[in-house]
Every structure is written in C-alpha cells, then in structure tokens.
C-alpha cells in the first residue's frame, strides 16, 4: 500500500476529528496564546525601556503596534508561504524568527532596534505560526471543529494570564535584557509546536498513485494566493463586517484601566479588572465552541456569531455608563464573555463560508483587511479621549462601531441566503452538513458492501475509486499506524 503527503487538504478526505488531531489542537492552543498574548505582555517592559532609551510611552506603545500590524497585516504572505511550502516548514521557520527577534532585541541600543527586532523580525515569526496552525486545525476537525476552535482560541486568555506576571518578574530578576532572552528563548517552543503539524498520508495502491501522479501532472498549479474568494459573496460580507468589528473590539481591553483609574481607583485595583476579564474569556471561549457545534446550532453558526458581536457592542454601550468599580467589574464579566464569544466563533464561520481548499487564501486576505482596522481603532479612540476627555464616549463609539458589524453580517447573510435558494449551483455548495455527510457515508458504506461481495466472488481485495472514498493514514511511531476511512 502507497501513500502521499497531502498538505493542501483536498476535497474529499474526510477529517480525523480526533488521533493525532489532538496533538495539533495542542500546538494550536500554544501558537494562539503566543499571538494574542505576547503584544500586550511584553507591555510590562515599557517603563523600563522609557528609562533606558530617554524615550516617551508613546514611543513604546508603537513596540505593540507594530507586533500586531505584523500579525495583521502579513496574512496574505503567510497564505503564500504555506501554499507554496506546507504548514510545517513555515512554522517552524516562524519559530526560529520569533525567537532570534527577541534574542537580537536584548542587545538593541536603541528604540528603533527594539522596533526592528521585537516587532517586525518577532512580530513575522508569530504571524508565520500563527495562520498556518489554523489551516491545520481546520484540516485535521470537521464533525468536532467548532469545539476545536473554541479550545485553540481559549490559549490567547490563559497565556496572558501567565505571560504578563511571568514578564513582571522577569523584569525584576534579571532586567528587561534579560527578560527578552528567556523569552525569545520560550518562543522556541513554536518550533516543537510547528513539529506537531504533520500532514495528512493518503493510503492508496500503487496503481492508485501512478493514476494520482499522472493526474497532478495534468493538472493546472495550485495559486499560490487565490483571489476567486472575492466572488463569493458570503466571504465578502464577512469581509466587511470583520473589519468594521475590530474597529471597536480592541479597545475596551485598552481603555479599561486608565477609565478606572479616572474614576479614583488605585492602579493594582484598576490592573484586577483585566485579570476579571481574561479569566471570564478562558472559560467562554471553550464553551462556545462547544454550543456552536451542537447539531441544531451549526448550521446556523453565522448568527450566533451575529448575536456574540451584538452581545459584545451592546455591553461597551451599556458599559460606558458605569460611574463606580462594582460597574466596572460587571461590565468587565460581560465583556469577557462576549470577547470569548466572538474570539471563538470567528474563525470557524470564516472556515464554514470557505471551506477547507480556500481557507489558507482567505484567512490571509481577511487578516489584511482587518489590520488597517486594528492600527486604526485604538489610535481614533485615543483622539476622541484627547478632544472629550470622557471614557464614555470611547466606549460609546466601540460599542456602535461592533453593534454596526453585526447589522452587517446579519443582513447581509440573509439576503445572500435568499439569492443561494434560488441559485441551484450555491445549493450545491451548502451540502457540507452533518446529516448529509452522513448519508454520503452510508452509501459509500453500500458500495462497498457490494464491491466487497463481487471482490469475494473474483478471489480479489476490491477497491473503492478515489472519488468514493480516501483513507486516511496517520503515522503516530514505529510500528503504530491509525486509519480513518470516510
């Protein structure tokens, strides 16, 4: 029995959903918290880099910037690279970037070094890990995808719980020099997470591959960054309302503290509330993903997402009318909740619109176009402070602009749902559900009945075509192999 590595998830091979699959949800989970966490954790070195390069915190403030922009905004490479590469490669080589940015930067003399190391070389390692562990995790998940999602998303909360106390004493034990080289020195861990990333091994007889291979060799090449997403109008919407949503989804997280401390709270007081927050989005997140893959909601994943970034605009609105710390703290468990929400389903809806073969282009696509939304939100929030002088406002003006998106999506998928029904080829294209999957398996199941009784009668192993059904192999070690079979 052959086999061929398939990293560019074709169509037809059905998902592990579980085995090695798990492994790859692990590294995920790491990859995510790294991301998300790290911009806002390597926060806590500021005061000492203001002091050792006779530099303002606005100047620091860009490091963070700058790291995110990178995350953002370096989609569409990442969607090159791996289409070209493989998720593995690229991985492990944004390991190896992230790592050497934050070891250059701990001999940086100067601000624009830090620019150029912690944020552009760090800032690309992490987008280079990043996109790719998605790509894998949609390709290894189908049945059990939304869970998966929601527990690879829930890493971004518990690693800024860790890294953000983990950076304070690092700062106090050996210095922001030495505080960078342990932590480039952690990031190296992107690279074992990388590892973990191991394609899929279609089985199949040696007939079988020497059909494949002429058949490859007829085939036009893969795009490296396919742009025919564009002509679907359910990415389009998403598109859309995606960047209008980050305008004000970030900043809450932003403002929350100093809005506290404008209140008269003391700082370690007003601090507590971003801890409320990020331990309320460590267990919504999961939770998500889970009611999100429940049977009677799947199909209708687009609104829940809908009603998550309602959830999310209506509690900054409400939120801004808090005059005391009780409404702070209340306002922070609501918001933690709606951030989870929305954190986890993001990416799956995103996943549902385009499926498995775009998924790498189109994820690229939609982190550019929401990059300029996130250099821009924050930044106009802080003029609006500036020119009011009242947190309210702030919060008014997030909480509109993430209310506004979620208008977006809903009617926009409404009236694309409606034009699909009477477009019989869209109806093709919506076929990816559970029940019908299941029964695709069923008669997948009688053909080979039938082709196991006529294969009794000739003496011979009867085989299934390979538009019926391909085998998937996962080498787990020496002597150990799993099978799962569509």
């Not at 150029?116 to 998605?134: D, H, K, M």
């Not at 919060?395 to 477009?423: H, P, W, Y």
Request: aromatic share 10%.
């Amino acid at each position: 029995m052959g086999g061929a590595v398939v990293d560019d998830g074709p169509p037809g091979v059905k998902a592990p959903d579980g085995g090695w699959g798990w492994a790859v949800l692990a590294g995920c989970f790491i990859i995510t918290g790294f991301s998300y966490a790290f911009p806002k954790a390597v926060s806590v070195f500021f005061k000492e880099l203001i002091r050792e390069f006779d530099v303002g915190y606005s100047d620091t403030a860009w490091i963070s910037s700058i790291l995110l922009a990178m995350l953002y905004g370096t989609g569409p490479l990442c969607s090159v690279l791996v289409n070209r590469f493989g998720c593995r490669p690229v991985m492990m080589v944004g390991g190896l970037f992230a790592s050497l940015g934050m070891i250059l930067a701990s001999f940086a003399t100067s601000i624009m070094h830090i620019y150029l190391c912690t944020g552009v070389i760090t800032g690309l390692g992490l987008a280079l890990n990043f996109q790719p562990s998605l790509i894998m995790l949609n390709r290894y998940f189908s049945e059990k995808r939304p869970l998966a999602n929601g527990l690879a998303a829930a890493g971004s909360p518990v690693a800024l719980c860790c890294l953000s106390p983990l950076g304070q004493i690092l700062q106090y034990q050996y210095g922001w020099r030495g505080g960078f080289l342990i932590l480039g020195g952690m990031l190296l861990n992107c690279c074992a997470c990388g590892a973990l990333m191991r394609p899929l091994l279609l089985l199949r007889k040696p007939q079988e591959l020497d059909a494949s291979v002429e058949g490859k060799k007829a085939q036009p090449k893969k795009k490296l960054l396919d742009f025919s997403v564009f002509k679907d109008r359910g990415f389009v919407i998403y598109a859309i309302a995606a960047s209008v949503m980050v305008l004000g989804l970030f900043v809450p997280p932003v403002f929350v503290v100093n809005y506290a401390k404008g209140l008269g709270y003391e700082d370690t007081k007003s601090a507590l509330l971003l801890t409320i927050l990020g331990f309320v989005d460590m267990f919504a997140r999961p939770l998500s993903g889970l009611i999100a893959g429940m049977k009677c909601v799947r199909p209708r994943g687009v609104y829940l997402f809908s009603f998550a970034i309602i959830f999310n605009g209506c509690t900054d609105i409400i939120g801004s009318q808090a005059n005391d710390y009780v409404g702070l703290v209340i306002f922070c468990i609501f918001f933690g909740m709606s951030y989870g929400m929305v954190g986890a389903l993001q990416f799956e809806v995103l996943m549902a619109i385009v499926g498995t073969e775009k998924f790498s282009s189109a994820i690229g696509l939609v982190l550019l176009i929401e990059a300029i939304a996130v250099l821009v939100g924050p930044p106009g929030a802080g003029l609006l402070l500036d020119a009011t002088h009242q947190y309210m406002y702030v919060f008014l003006l997030a909480g509109c602009e993430v209310t506004l998106s979620a208008f977006v999506i809903t009617l926009g998928n409404i009236l694309c749902m409606r034009r699909k029904q009477e477009d019989p080829e869209a109806m093709m294209e919506m076929d990816e559900t559970a029940a019908e999957k299941e029964g695709l398996n069923c008669r997948v199941e009688g053909d080979e009945d039938d082709e196991g009784k006529e294969g009794k009668e000739k003496g011979k192993v009867s085989t299934v075509t390979a538009g019926e059904e391909m085998v998937v192999k996962e080498m787990g070690g020496e002597g150990r192999e799993e099978n799962t079979s569509l």
